[in-house]
Nanobody
Framework: QVQLVESGGGLVQPGGSLRLSCGASRSIFSFTAMGWYRQAPGKQRERVAIIGSGGSTNYADSVKGRFTLSRDADLNAAFLQMNDLKPEDTALYYC?????????WGQGTQVTVSS
């Protein structure tokens, strides 16, 4: 079992920044992949950014150049730095971890971009 706990969401104006954090209950290097998904009202959940066990990172086209995914093995955590936020980034953001035993999700943290 893996527990994932997100934090860092909130209300921000367009053009602003937020940093999301995801704490894991065990070593993040035991995951084959780790990253962030989001789901806006009335839309399907979509992948935002993901990092593989080898360190390669993949971003959704809509966030390339604005979002950065990083991880800290000492903290067993992953982070999503979000800059130049747009209203269309408004969604519930979920942390995700893939392991050999299954896939795990956090409870989500709300990000709202509005003036």
């Amino acid at each position: 079992q893996v527990q994932l706990v997100e934090s860092g969401g909130g209300l921000v104006q367009p053009g602003g920044s937020l940093r999301l954090s995801c704490g894991a209950s065990r070593s993040i290097f035991s995951f084959t992949a780790m990253g962030w998904y989001r789901q806006a009202p009335g839309k399907q959940r979509e992948r935002v950014a993901i990092i593989g066990s080898g360190g390669s990172t993949n971003y959704a086209d809509s966030v390339k150049g604005r979002f950065t995914l990083s991880r800290d093995a000492d903290l067993n955590a992953a982070f999503l730095q979000m800059n130049d936020l747009k209203p269309e980034d408004t969604a519930l953001y979920y942390c995700y971890a893939q392991t050999g035993a299954g896939n795990y999700w956090g409870q989500g943290t709300q990000v709202t971009v509005s003036s």
